[in-house]
């Protein structure tokens, strides 16, 4: 059935540094989808990819669409305190309701920042 | 503008009691899911609703049934609680399947639910 991996499952990191992380999936995507969870809340959309090969950036952030449509990454620049939290890919799910609307997730990438 | 509201945000119940976790959106959205979320498992999907009028199984129906009562609710019952299904669910919604952004959930805070 289609996969998500996401990688690293988790990350430590001092306040400043850089953050990478990625995503593959076993099935071509037309969507790639990074969504940020604080703790004790619901998932909150970051950035949204739409085109193999582009390149999106929303502050310190920047995701990419692979050229081959089954992988993204997710960077952070400078990370700060406020970066922690739950990084999740998705992408659409094609075993429920084709491929628009319901999204399958990756397992997460968790972000600690020391200060 | 509330966006997805959940309640309640945590419950505890007992093996064997049902419950009801309810979902409202304000946006006019068309589509409305259930996920749940485990430690290490991200988030799975329980039911979804295309539009006002149907609903749909997702990965891990078993054990919930949904109800979408109108276009801006959409309700989880849980008949006989198990401890398998001690999990945080939450809600999300989206623009009409086929739309642009239709791919773009929006989510709920989300509800803790423990069955002992």
């Known amino acids: 059935g289609q996969q998500l991996n996401q990688s690293p499952q988790s990350m430590f990191i001092q306040e400043g540094e850089d953050v990478s992380m990625n995503c593959t999936s076993s099935?071509?995507?037309?969507?790639w989808l990074w969504y940020k969870q604080d703790p004790g809340e619901g998932p909150v959309l970051l950035i949204a990819?739409?085109?193999?090969?582009e390149l999106t950036s929303n502050g310190r952030l920047t995701a990419q669409f692979g050229i081959t449509r089954k992988d993204s990454f997710l960077n952070i620049s400078a990370s700060i305190p406020s970066d922690v939290g739950i990084y999740f890919c998705?992408?659409?799910?094609?075993?429920?309701?084709?491929?628009?609307?319901?999204?399958?997730f990756g397992k997460g990438t968790k972000l600690s920042v020391k200060p | 503008n509330a966006g997805v509201t959940q309640t309640p945000k945590f419950q505890v119940l007992k093996t064997g009691q049902s419950m009801t976790l309810q979902c409202a959106q304000d946006?006019?959205?068309?589509?409305m899911y259930w996920y749940r979320q485990d430690p290490g498992m991200g988030l799975r999907l329980i039911y979804y609703?295309?539009?006002?009028?149907?609903?749909d199984k997702g990965e891990v129906p078993n054990g919930y049934n949904v109800s979408r009562l109108n276009k801006r609710e959409f309700s989880l019952r849980l008949e006989s609680a198990a401890p398998s299904q001690t999990s945080v669910y939450f809600c999300?919604?989206?623009?009409?399947?086929?739309?642009?952004?239709?791919?773009?959930?929006?989510f709920g805070a989300g509800s803790r639910l423990t069955v002992l």
């Open positions: 099935s071509i995507f037309n969507t």
């Open positions: 999300a919604s989206s623009v009409s399947r086929g739309m642009a952004g239709a791919n773009v959930l929006t």
């Open positions: 946006m006019n959205h068309n589509s």
């Open positions: 998705a992408g659409p799910d094609l075993n429920y309701g084709g491929s628009q609307g319901n999204l399958i």
């Open positions: 990819l739409y085109k193999a090969g």
């Open positions: 609703s295309a539009s006002e009028g149907t609903t």
